[in-house]
T-cell receptor
C-alpha cells in the first residue's frame, strides 16, 4: 500500500494555464505539507495544513492555493502558471498530534511549464 | 548565511568505504535532526531521526549530533552501490513541525 500518493506523476502544460495536483495519505496523519524542489535540489516548504491551521510560506505566490477536502487529502491548485513554476512538487504528511517530526513524502509531481 | 549548509557534492567512493556526510546549522535553537535519503526521481525517505547530542546507530548508518558546534553527520559503513542517492539533512525547531532542509549531498558508490 502506498502511504502518500500523488497524481499526476508528470504534468506538462503551457504558461497561463491553471492546474491541480492531488495528494492522498493513508497513514492517518493529521498534518500534510506541500514542498517545491527546484533544479538545484533545494526542498522548500510551501504549505503546512492540519484541521486547525494553515501555515503559508510567505514567499509562495498567491497563485498557489492548497485545498483540503478531508484529513487524508491535500490538493495543490496553481493559477496562471509561469515558467518559474517548473519544478518537482512533493506532498508529505506527519503525525503532529503524536509530536512526531518525521515526515513521509509522496513520489513527487514533475511540473514542466512551456 | 543559510540556516542549514550542506555540500552538494557529488561524493564518489568505492564500494565498502565509510562515508561521512555533514551539515552545519546556524540557529542554536534547533532541536530535532533528521536525515533523508532521496533516490533519483523519487520522494525523500526518512533514514534517521534524533533530538539529542551524541550518536544514534541503525544498522550500517550512524547519525551524530554536536550541538555545541552546530554540526551533524551521517556515517555509512560498508557502503553499497544501492546507497547511491542524495542525502538531505533536515533540522527543526522545538514546537515547529516544519524542518529546514539542507540542499542535499549526492553520493555515488561505485562497484
Amino acid at each position: 500500500d502506498t502511504a502518500v500518493s500523488q497524481t499526476p506523476k508528470y504534468l506538462v502544460t503551457q504558461m497561463g494555464n491553471d492546474k491541480s495536483i492531488k495528494c492522498e495519505q493513508n497513514l492517518g496523519h493529521d498534518t500534510m505539507y506541500w514542498y517545491k524542489q527546484d533544479s538545484k535540489k533545494f526542498l522548500k516548504i510551501m504549505f503546512s495544513y492540519n484541521n486547525k491551521e494553515l501555515i503559508i510560506n510567505e514567499t509562495v505566490p498567491n497563485r498557489f492555493s492548497p485545498k483540503s477536502p478531508d484529513k487524508a487529502h491535500l490538493n495543490l491548485h496553481i493559477n496562471s502558471l509561469e515558467l518559474g513554476d517548473s519544478a518537482v512538487y512533493f506532498c508529505a504528511s506527519s503525525d503532529t498530534s503524536g509530536s512526531s517530526y518525521e515526515q513521509y513524502f509522496g513520489p513527487g509531481t514533475r511540473l514542466t511549464v512551456t | 548565511q543559510k540556516e542549514v549548509e550542506q555540500d552538494p557534492g557529488p561524493l564518489s567512493v568505492p564500494e565498502g568505504a565509510i562515508v561521512s556526510l555533514n551539515c552545519t546549522y546556524s540557529n542554536s535553537a534547533f532541536q530535532y535532526f533528521m536525515w533523508y535519503r532521496q533516490y533519483s526521481r523519487k520522494g525523500p525517505e526518512l533514514l534517521m531521526y534524533t533530538y539529542s547530542s551524541g550518536n544514534k546507530e541503525d544498522g550500517r548508518f550512524t547519525a551524530q549530533v554536536d550541538k555545541s558546534s552546530k554540526y551533524i553527520s551521517l556515517f555509512i559503513r560498508d557502503s553499497q552501490p544501492s546507497d547511491s542517492a542524495t542525502y538531505l539533512c533536515a533540522i527543526a525547531l522545538g514546537g515547529s513541525y516544519i524542518p529546514t532542509f539542507g540542499r542535499g549531498t549526492s553520493l555515488i558508490v561505485h562497484p
